[in-house]
């Protein structure tokens, strides 16, 4: 199976009561229709609490979005979970961009899995936090960059699958292009108010095959640097 442990320099300080806490959330993510065990192995050993400021630590294993500041939020696991499976279940993609690192722990999720993961934030001051978790976790597989995420990172295109964790009104053009024929891209798509995940799939002659995944609330994407 192709998933990198975290080294334990990534668990150290930790006691059992996150464990435990841990546990139970993997409990409840299954219970809620989370299908892949390998990526409920993941959440069951990643440090939720290293995303988030230790004033919320007794909050990281809630099945929850919480807030990271600069009026952002790291995602619900559940939706973290679901995004991750679904960009899993026609094989394992080899490279992933990921636009909205936020927190990094959607990256962190992605890149215990997969060989390479790119992701690119808009907020300089999220990505200097998250590029700090990246290091602390020992994972040398992901590369990011302080831009603007509809841009995509064309020069490291084609890519497997793309993840949005922030919704637009539309799938910006430029990121299907830099989706491989067959590549799986997932993202929340509509306004504030009324938001559906969606999944494309390249069906290797340049059109999508596209279903609804669900109703889900994500923060705006928005145009520019932060
Ligand atoms: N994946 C993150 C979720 C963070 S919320 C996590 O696991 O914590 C979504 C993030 O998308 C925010 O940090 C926001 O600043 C970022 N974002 C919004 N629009 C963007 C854009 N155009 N390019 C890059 N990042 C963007």
Same mark, same amino acid.
């Given at each position: ?18 464990? =435990? ?30 995303? %988030? ?79 700090? =978790? ?63 995940? %969606? ?25 520019? %640097?932060?």
């Amino acid at each position: 199976m192709n998933v990198h442990p975290l080294p334990p320099s990534a668990l150290r300080g930790e006691g059992m009561t996150s464990q =435990r806490a841990r546990d139970r959330l993997a409990s409840k993510l299954k219970e809620e229709g989370i299908r892949d065990q390998r990526v409920i192995d993941v959440i069951r050993n990643l440090p939720r609490h290293h995303f %988030i400021d230790q004033a919320l630590h007794s909050r990281a294993y809630e099945n929850t979005a919480l807030p990271i500041g600069h009026g952002q939020t790291i995602s619900q696991p559940w939706v973290v979970a679901r995004m991750t499976e679904a960009l899993l279940e026609f094989g394992m993609p080899q490279k992933v961009l990921e636009v909205g690192t936020g927190s990094g722990y959607q990256a962190v999720v992605l890149a215990s899995l997969v060989p390479q993961l790119f992701t690119v934030e808009r907020i300089e001051e999220l990505l200097r936090q998250a590029r700090r =978790r990246f290091r602390q976790l020992g994972l040398n597989n992901i590369r990011s960059r302080h831009d603007d995420g509809k841009l995509g990172w064309p020069d490291e295109a084609p890519f497997d699958a793309i993840i949005l964790t922030a919704a637009g009104d539309a799938i910006p053009t430029q990121l299907l292009d830099q989706l491989s024929p067959t590549g799986v891209l997932v993202a929340p798509v509509g306004s504030p108010s009324s938001q559906m995940l %969606i999944r494309l799939r390249g069906d290797g002659q340049g059109d999508f095959i596209q279903e609804e995944l669900g109703a889900v609330s994500f923060v705006p994407l928005l145009g520019g %640097i932060g």
